[in-house]
């Protein structure tokens, strides 16, 4: 049975998507800091990390952790978790040991939102969000590459980045934590725009006080050097829990 009778309850409600990457310690840090979220939204393993939980996404059947070894370190874990869950974990088959588990509403989802493009789990929980009319998206731990190794590279970041672009059109305000690669958000503000990077003076974009998208020159930051925007939306030098906004 698929849970669809609550789409309602989350319209316009700001959610935090949470996932195994490194970035996640900037949602911990966002918690430290009484920065707040109407719902917390789960990824995989984080069910065993984070302390309150809201709903959990969870793609692979039960079956991948409850009877095979394939999940590997996390293995144990799930085992233990999964059964305890209190919270909605959707997937894409119901597992009579799982008793919070729900069915992932495919059906509706594909069929609202015109699309069927999703090759990794955090993909699902974010159209879920634009199926749903959350308000406001904020995304940590979805990270896919790193600047310490850039020979190393997890798939599904375009299906994600794809995902994360069609909130932003529907008028979805959407932030991405400030050390994530996600929509190269941990790149520096001089280097985000391609050709324009190597000028002398590069144009950059960031956000104004109003929310707006101003696109001006470096050296036409009417800030302090060493409080110029480091980030698309905020500088995160000033404020480093909060994530950028697109």
Known sequence: MRDVHF???????NIAVVAMGLSQIDFHLSQAHSIFFDEVWAINAMI????????AFILDPMSRFLDTEDAGGMTKMMREKLPQSYFPIYTCELDGRVPSAVEYPLEEVVSSLGCSYFNNTVAYAIAFALFAKV???SVFGVDFTYKSNMHFAESGRS??????????????????APRSSLMDTDIDIKEKLYGYHRLDDPK?????????????????????EEQKPVGIINRKDLTPVEPSNY
């Open 7 to 13: 789409i309602k309850e989350l319209e316009g409600k």
């Open 135 to 137: 308000g406001k998206l």
């Open 159 to 176: 299906c994600v980045e794809f995902w994360i672009s069609k909130c932003i059109d529907s008028g979805m305000s959407v932030s991405i």
């Open 204 to 224: 950059i974009t960031y956000q104004d006080c109003d929310g707006s998208i101003k696109v001006c020159k470096w050296s036409e930051v009417e800030v302090e």
């Open 48 to 55: 065993g990390i984070l302390p309150d939980i809201d709903r």
